[in-house]
């Protein structure tokens, strides 16, 4: 059964009679009068006429109605012209047209929906009024000029408005509503009619400031003040009758103008520059220049931003800082105060990161990069850290609070964070740690092992787990000690006359350099055997090696210095003597002489010998020729404070001979009970020293780099050589970066050795060899 579905059809003269009913509604809306029926019946009247395919009709009358309608409004507006109230009647037809179209595409609201989406060509009800507005309104000659004569003389209120000047800005945004909307679904029309023309007013306003400021004698600081407060201004103004989109454009050509076109000027300007303000300390200004600059983006007018700008410029001062204290040959001879200027660089300069800079990732990051240059620019700063590093755990630093030294410990950590040679910085750590832990010379092991736990965390277990050790034997060697003192309590033993203390190192554990045994004086020579015997008993397999290298000894001495006036005749001559008083001998004086093993033991033998040469000494004693002098020249050419010893022969000489000879200083005083004898020794390593420890450094490294390349290989069975030199760099960047070079270099070694293989087909490859 087929079902039929009927439409009578609509006769012209209904038709008509609807579009009349229709009309006079529309029309009586324009006026704003009363429509007369009822929203209901009109838009049931639209209803029935787009059911009956009578669209086009409609449509194409409302847009001939709309149309008389303009022209009586453009008679209206031009009438306006000659009695002074054109912007008022122009925003008032404006206001009424809007608001009757409103209306009408309510009424007409069936046409949009069915009518309208069928026709790609034709508007929705709304736009077709705003189209029909501006094509026989707004393009009118007479009015379209004289609307650009409006807005030129609105454009005229805006710069008044700039100079502090009350204006009326209503008429201004009712102005650029009315534009936008014209536009319909774009801002052609506005744009056309008063953005582009404003901006251009606003770029020819700002030139003639920003060249009145900088002719004059105005300083950076004073001339970014000003523009802060005309982009404050200029913001506040725009907000008021400008739409967001013109605000945000109106704001960049500010600062296009006043800063763009300037930033080179600005920021190396000899009076007020970014280098005057870091070095007076004008943290204000530069938080000022960091608020303008950031909002100076990269344009085809401005082709670096100005964040980059003041990047550059804030690198370069961080740099020559930096660099006059890496070039300072004064501080290059102190480490600690190296160091500390260092540290205050790097503090003042995170402060500045958080109070001036908000904590920007990109100035933390080129912060980050300059001061790792700097610091791994000199060869030396491993040394220096670490040295500095064992200054400030002695037990001679001051004393500090615990948070303090923590708060000192944090911050040299960041400049080891920096170091690429953590290597390089871990021997000479494990030097300056052995020599505390030996010489008691700690400050704390709380505080030790806290620095130990840092590093730790920074560089992984394997990099303290020698470190650690140390700490170990240090234990061990405590309770050793407690244990031989109660062993020699027994009654088949006679208490010493010398008070030793060993302490037993594991080897290799230690960065001790291996020493020439040394001839013992008897005294010492029997406690060492009685420690021996002691230790043997205890542990069964093990061999002890002495090392007298890094010990320490007090040493009681007696001084029997000659009658005062004797004394006194062989260095003045005679003289004459008035008082006819016999001198008094002086008592003899007992010191106790803090000195190391070695120069103990050269003391020892003044109770042998009066008279001593230095080759006699070596022939005896069998030590280093080398420290043997270092020794000497410590006890008897240093300072007059702790001369011990005298040298005969001609004075003047600064250096030591093998023929030299020496004796005990009788006339030796001091004020003080206990007499420390200072080794003569170097801050820093001598140049041969240096050469030393960097060429065991690199000795190291290459079993390193070898060792992860195995590991590697071991893991990857088969790798091409890019990616096994990326993978080991990888691995190794925590201690120090490898150079492909070493790595290639290690590579064919371990060829060599059938730990790897070249692949037959790819000569790039290699392959593990278990």
Known sequence: MIQVIWTPTLSEEYVTQTWEYLKSAIQAIQRKNDPGPSFEELYRSVYTMVLHKHGDRLYNSLREVIREHMEVVRVRIIESMDTGVFLETMTEAWTDHIVAMTMISEILMYLDRMYVPQKPSVLQVYDLGLELFRTEVLRNNGIENRLIFMRDRQLDLIKSYRKSNEINWHGIKNLCKMLISLGIDNRCVYEEYFEKALLKGTYEYYREVCETLLAGENDVCFYLEQVETAIRDEANRASRYLDKETEVKILQVV?????????????????????FMFQHKRVEDLRRIFRIFKHITESPAVPVSGRKVLLKAVSEYLTETGTNIMKNEDLLKVPVQFVNELLQLQDHFSSLLTTTFDDDREFKKLF???????????????????????????????????????????????????????????????????????????????????????LKTECGCQFTQKLENMFRDKELWLNLANSFRDWLE???????????????????????????????????????DLFTAFYNEKHTGRKLTINTLLGNADVKATFYPPPKALQSNKEDGPRPSNTGVEPKERKPENKILQVSTHQMIILLQFNHHKVISCQQLLDELKMPEKELKRCLYSLALSKSSQRILTRKGPKGRNMIDMSDEFMVDDNFQSKLTRVKVQMVSGKVESEPEIKETRQKVEDDRKLEVEAAIVRTMKTRKRLNHNNLVTEVTQQLRHRFMPSPTIIKQRIETLIEREFLRRDEHDPRSYSYMA
């Open 255 to 275: 600062a296009n103008v006043m800063v763009a076109d300037h930033m080179s000027t600005i920021v190396h300007m000899p009076n007020g520059g970014v280098k």
């Open 368 to 454: 980050q990069h300059d001061f790792e240059t700097l610091l791994n620019s000199n060869r030396q700063s491993p040394e220096f850290l670490a040295h500095y590093m064992d200054d400030i755990l002695r037990s001679g630093l001051k004393c500090v609070s615990d948070a303090e030294m923590d708060d000192k410990l944090d911050n040299v950590m960041v400049l080891f964070r920096c170091l690429h040679e953590k290597d390089v910085f871990e021997k000479y750590f494990k030097k300056y740690l052995a020599k505390r832990l030996l010489l008691d010379k700690s400050s704390s092991d709380d505080v030790e092992k806290a620095l130990l736990a840092k």
């Open 490 to 528: 027994g009654p088949q033993w006679q208490k010493l006359t010398p008070d030793i203390s060993v302490r037993v190192l594991t080897a290799g554990v230690w960065p001790t350099v291996q020493c020439t045994l040394v001839v013992l004086p008897p005294e010492l020579a029997m406690a060492y």
